[in-house]
């Protein structure tokens, strides 16, 4: 089985600003919680396989999941960047609305929250119905 997963995580950073008062102008640090969305898959390494693998997307860009643990009520993955050599583990537990909540460590990023959805789907979704593929070939469309 192949689960899609979607979720945001947070991270709170020091942000510059701008700040304004009766002698001018002035430079302001404050915390802001950044939030960011990611996207992605895991499953079975390959047919019969009990090691799972996956890759995901977010505004960082793309990345691969290895080391996933998942069970009833536990997630955890390591997420390494594409391109990058650091790390980042992630730890989800399963809360009783179905809600993915954990938290993200590495080197880069510091520590933070994150919180997922899973999608349980069948392989066949990833791939095109045959039926319209032939059609298109017939008729010879790109659409």
């Known amino acids: 089985m192949i689960n899609l997963i979607q979720g945001f995580f947070f991270l709170e950073r020091p942000m510059l600003d701008v700040g304004y008062d009766s002698t001018g102008a002035r430079a302001l640090i404050h915390n802001e ?21 996956g890759r995901m997307t977010d505004h ?16 955890n993955f390591v997420k390494l960047y594409d391109g990058r050599y650091d790390h980042i583990d992630y730890q989800f537990k399963k809360d009783a609305g179905g809600i993915w909540r954990g938290t993200f460590t590495g080197k880069a990023t510091g520590t933070g929250q994150a919180n997922c959805v899973l999608t349980p789907i069948l392989e066949d979704f990833l791939l095109p119905k045959v039926e319209q593929l032939k059609k298109r070939c017939r008729s010879g469309s790109r659409r």
Do not use: K
């Open 60 to 75: 960082y860009g793309e990345s691969t999941l290895r080391g996933i643990l998942y069970e009833d009520d536990v997630l």
């Open 33 to 53: 919680m950044l939030r960011t969305m990611f996207s992605g898959m895991f499953g079975p390494e390959h047919e019969g396989s009990e090691i799972l693998v």
